[in-house]
C-alpha cells in the first residue's frame, strides 16, 4: 500500500489544476481531478490506476458528495484538496448585473464550500488531512479597476480559509488560502474570464486594465505553472504549512504593497481610530 497522500483537485482540465495533477502523477500519487466534463481529460493525463478523473458539477451538492466519496472508495481514504475550480469575471461593480455577480460568487466561493462540507467527514474521521484553497492576489488588494467582483470573491475565499484553519486544527487538519500572481496558463483567455455584457465606456481605467489583461499581461505571465505545482506538492509535504501562501515574485510585490498601504491609513488616522472607545 503506497504511504503517498491521496489529492482531489477541482478545476483540474486545465491551468494550476492541471499543471497539479500532471505533477502529483509523475510523481508517484493518487489523485482524483474533477472537471465540468471528462472529454476534458482525454488529450492531457493518461488513464491510470492512479488517476480517478470526475466529471463534478461543482454547484450540486450532492454530485460532489459522490465525487468525493467515489474518491475515498477507489483509494481507501483522501488527504489533501485544492479547491482550484474558479473563473475570472471582469465588470465594473456598476456594470455586473445581479446574475453576473452572484454567478461568480456561485463558483468562485459556494462551489469551494460545497467541497469542503463533504471533504470534513472523511477528513475528520482519519484525524488528519489539508485543505488548500486557491485565491488570488486579488484577495489581498482590489487594486484593480474592473476586477472588483472577482476581487471580492478571492477576499472571501481567504476569510473563510483563515477562519476554517483555526476551526479544523483540533482535529489535525490544515488549512492554506493560496494567493498566486500571474501565472501563464488560460486563466485569461475567452473561456476562463467573462467580460461584462453591459460595458459602460465611460469607465475608462476599466477598459483600459482589460484591454492590458488581454494583449498585454497573457502570454507574458512571470509565473511558471510546473514550479507552482512543485510549491502545492511542498506545502502538502510540511508538517505546519502556513495559513496564508502567497505565490509568485509578483504576488508578494503586491502584497508588501498592500501592507504598507495598510499600514500608513491605520497610521494617519490613528488617533480618530483610538477616540471611539467609551
Partial sequence: MSTKKVWFVTGASKGLGLALVQKLLAEGYSVAATSRSLKSFENSIQSSERFLPLEMDL???????????????????VDVIVNNAGYGQLGTLEELTDEESRKNFDT???GSLNVIRQAMPFLRNQKSGYIMNVASIGGITGAFPGWGVYCATKFAVAGFTESLAYEVAEFGINATVVYPGYFRTNFL????????ENPILEYTAARTVEAKHKEEINGNQPGDPEKAASAFIK?????????????GTDAVGLAKEKMKMLDADIESTLELSNSTDF
Avoid at 189 to 196: C, H, K, L, N
Fill in 59 to 77: 454547484l450540486n451538492e450532492n454530485n460532489v458528495k459522490k465525487a468525493i466519496t467515489e474518491t475515498v472508495e477507489k483509494f481507501g481514504r
Fill in 108 to 110: 468562485n466561493v459556494f
Fill in 189 to 196: 483567455d475567452s473561456g476562463s474570464m467573462t467580460t461584462p
Fill in 235 to 247: 506545502l502538502a509535504e510540511m508538517q505546519k504549512p502556513p495559513v496564508h501562501f502567497v505565490m
